[in-house]
């Protein structure tokens, strides 16, 4: 039973210390490993899953991805999304049937946001 309901909700994940002192603003959301919503988040693209999703507080990570800061600072970026605006869901999911996935204005923001964390974390001289 426990390994249907991980196989649902996935497992909660701590991000190591060291990725945490680097960045701080990942402590805060709520982390998971696996879980249906990758499932489900790939199959809207036509894969087989995707390597994270935000649903409000919490991101998921696919088992088999890496912990990248670029990709974990794109997710985070998903969470002041949902925090920003009650209506994101939608409007994400609208933008999206729009725009296409790449297009979509919330994911050229999140690509964007974790873009310019990276840039300040590792100035060019």
Not at 46 to 62: A, C, K, P
Not at 100 to 119: H, I, K
Request: no cysteine.
């Amino acid at each position: 039973m426990l390994n249907i309901l991980r196989g649902l909700v996935g497992t909660p994940y701590n991000l190591p210390a060291q990725l945490l002192a680097q960045y701080p603003e990942l402590g805060d959301a709520s982390w998971r490993r696996g879980g249906l919503a990758l499932r489900i988040g790939g199959w809207s693209l036509g894969r087989s899953t995707v390597s994270g999703i935000t649903l409000w507080r919490t991101i998921w990570l696919s088992p088999d991805s890496a912990l990248e800061p670029e990709l974990l600072l794109h997710e985070l970026r998903h969470v002041h999304q949902f925090e920003a605006d009650p209506l994101f869901p939608l409007r994400y999911l609208w933008r999206g049937v729009r725009h296409g996935y790449t297009d979509n204005p919330y994911e050229a923001d999140a690509r964007a946001f974790a873009a310019r964390r990276l840039a300040e974390a590792h100035p060019t001289a």
